[in-house]
């Protein structure tokens, strides 16, 4: 479904001037980018909304009376990647072979370790594969459109065991493909006509 509204939204934009159209991330745009020193001022979006979550244990306290009381209260944090929020790339390497680009969605984050992680797949796409690591936070999940545990992300390999490397996915039992969270691009075009008028003065 998501293929389809892709390509009537290009063939829209094909046709109309100044019209904004997401893209999956490729090489093609990075490699611009690179070409006119703008690696690192290139915007990358989620395909989805995308919600970290760290937990830590904040206090534990057991009471023996007539009855034992066991109260504890846990903290938790949540951050929230909006589709349309704009990330950096802070810094790029390889995992296991793989092109790994670190993206920063704050910014105070300027390099790869507060920044997240996507590598890229055998399609060509860089999907979610590292969460930044919280010091004050003891663990952490990934979940994808809404806190909900049907839709906790959970790593895991794509497509086969052979795959170089596991990504965040999300598998549902009646789906044959897992979904997954990847960058895209915005892309404007603009057309312009450079149109004059004639008129014949007639015999």
């Known amino acids: 479904m998501r293929a389809l509204v ?5 063939s829209v934009c094909s046709l109309l001037s100044g019209c904004t159209a997401r893209y999956i991330l490729g090489d093609s745009a990075l490699r611009d980018a690179k070409a006119r020193d703008k690696f690192q001022d290139l915007g990358v979006y989620v395909t989805h909304r995308t919600i970290p979550v760290y937990e830590r244990d904040e206090f534990s306290q057991k009471r023996v009376d007539r009855t034992i009381e066991d109260n504890s209260r846990k903290g938790r944090l949540r951050v929230l990647l909006g589709r349309n929020l704009v990330g950096l790339i802070v810094d790029e390497d390889l995992r296991n ?41 003891e663990k952490s999940s990934v979940y994808r459109s809404c806190v909900m545990k049907r839709q906790e992300l959970k790593p895991g390999k794509l497509r086969a065991l052979s795959d170089a490397n596991a990504v965040y996915r999300l598998e549902r039992k009646r789906k044959k493909r897992p979904k997954t969270v990847f960058l895209e691009v915005k892309r404007t075009t603009k057309r312009k006509t450079n149109e004059k008028v004639e008129r014949p003065s007639g015999n």
């Open 6 to 10: 892709a390509v009537v939204l290009f």
């Open 97 to 137: 072979g793989a092109r790994r680009l670190w993206v920063a969605f704050d910014r105070s984050c300027r390099d790869a370790k507060c920044a997240f992680g996507f590598v890229q797949t055998e399609d060509g796409r860089y999907r979610l594969v590292d969460l930044p690591v919280r010091d004050d936070y």
